[in-house]
């Protein structure tokens, strides 16, 4: 059995194994707190985008801002969203699992936004195109993982969702079909009066411009939604990380203070016999 001292020792280091773990806890929360504002201002601006995109629109595909004679590439592009580091709990690893179901050498490219889902295909040996930074800062510039995407006629998107503190999934969506479903084309008896069209509004240099030019803003708001998504569940689940690592690192600190508490006892009953084994020694000395 360890020395006090050493058990001591190892009881202060998990303290503060629990002060770090408890000051992560709190700083996700907050930043969930924060990161849930801006989905919600994302999810209004693309609403008032997609009302007049739907009304222009030229075609019923999702031509992500492709002027009518670019040749798209025919492969898929596979988008992984992941974390930026590694302390957010197995999220970035189910979502590598969930991939790994849809890739095809043959079929696909990929492009990693998070240092550590890049990490995590090296070490299986899978092969991606380009690597961006998980966006730190409330500002997110997408425009260069845009022109990426309009070089393919499809692509597709892996990123965490959060559902609660307690629930975040992964989700595996068609970006084109996505962009449809989050704004459904309106029917026209439910268009409001003044619609936008041709006879009413002047489209310079041309309506499919304009059409092309609304895509690009909807494909940019749909990027910054998923990537805002992403962070929150991964944010969400570091939360719950740190909440169970601090609750482990607080059981284990009280049983090594259990342990210090016996093993301090130990030694001073071994010290205490120690002594009353020489005093008898030196009694019977002095009786010989």
């Known amino acids: 059995m360890k020395n006090p001292r050493e058990i001591k020792a190892d009881e202060a280091n998990m303290r503060t194994i629990v002060s770090l773990t408890s000051a992560f806890e709190s700083l996700s929360s907050m ?41 798209p590439i025919e492969k898929e592009l596979l988008i992984l969203i992941t974390a930026q580091g590694g302390l957010s709990g197995d999220i970035d690893q189910r979502l590598i699992k969930e991939f790994r179901k849809h890739y095809d050498s043959e079929k696909n490219d990929i492009i990693v936004i998070g240092h550590h889902g890049a990490q995590q295909l090296e070490q299986i040996h899978i092969h991606y195109t380009m690597y961006f930074d998980m966006p730190k800062k409330d500002f997110i510039n997408v425009d260069p993982i845009m022109k990426i995407i309009r070089k393919y006629r499809r692509a597709r998107v892996f990123y965490q969702n959060y559902i609660s503190l307690s629930k975040q999934t992964i989700e595996d969506l068609d970006l084109s079909e996505v962009v449809s479903r989050m704004g459904k084309i309106a029917d026209l008896d439910t268009v409001d009066d003044e619609k936008i069209t041709e006879r009413n509004y002047i489209f310079e240099p041309n309506a499919y411009t304009v059409a092309a030019h609304l895509e690009n803003s909807i494909l940019r708001l749909t990027l910054t939604q998923f990537i805002y998504d992403s962070r929150l569940a ?40 120690e002594s009353l084994a020489g005093l008898k020694k030196l009694r019977a000395k002095g009786a010989g």
């Open 234 to 273: 991964q944010l969400a689940s570091r939360f719950r990380a740190m909440t169970a690592a601090k609750e482990r690192s607080i059981e284990t600190a009280d049983d090594l203070h259990k342990q210090y508490s016996r093993a301090k006892r130990m030694l001073v009953d071994v010290r205490l016999k």
């Open 31 to 71: 930043k969930i707190t924060q990161t849930k504002g801006k989905v919600l201002i994302s999810n209004q601006f693309f609403n008032e985008v997609w009302n007049i995109y739907k009304q222009i629109r030229m075609d019923v595909m999702f031509n992500f801002g492709r002027a009518p004679d670019e040749k």
